[in-house]
Nanobody, 115 residues
Framework: QVQLVESGGGLVQAGGSLRLSCAAS????????VGWYRQAPGKRREFVAL???????NYYDSVKGRFTISRDNGKNTVYLEMNSLKPEDTAVYYC?????????WGQGTQVTVSS
């Protein structure tokens, strides 16, 4: 079964930056979309960013221009570079991939942005 492991979360002040990593077992990222979602306490999980196997990307409007998703196929790793972080970005961030309609999720990494 596909395994996704997130890392890179932590505590930063507003305006700071973090880079999240999602490492996958097997060579699945080169041919499948990979994305990031987040979930804050008491809220539904929401879409953050997605990178397609073509390299094209999609972003949630509130993070557009601040976050960048990228992929290193050789390392089977997807990154989320987060800049100009805001307190409302505080959440558990989950790595995601979809293979022929089947969704796979990592366990999440906590991002906390202090005001």
């Amino acid at each position: 079964q596909v395994q996704l492991v997130e890392s890179g979360g932590g505590l930063v002040q507003a305006g700071g930056s973090l880079r999240l990593s999602c490492a996958a077992s097997g060579g699945i990222f080169s041919n499948n979309p990979v994305g990031w979602y987040r979930q804050a306490p008491g809220k539904r999980r929401e879409f953050v960013a997605l990178i397609h196997n073509s390299g094209s990307t999609n972003y949630y409007d509130s993070v557009k221009g601040r976050f960048t998703i990228s992929r290193d196929n050789g390392k089977n790793t997807v990154y989320l570079e987060m800049n100009s972080l805001k307190p409302e970005d505080t959440a558990v961030y989950y790595c995601y991939t979809n293979i022929y309609g089947v969704a796979y999720w990592g366990q999440g990494t906590q991002v906390t942005v202090s005001s």
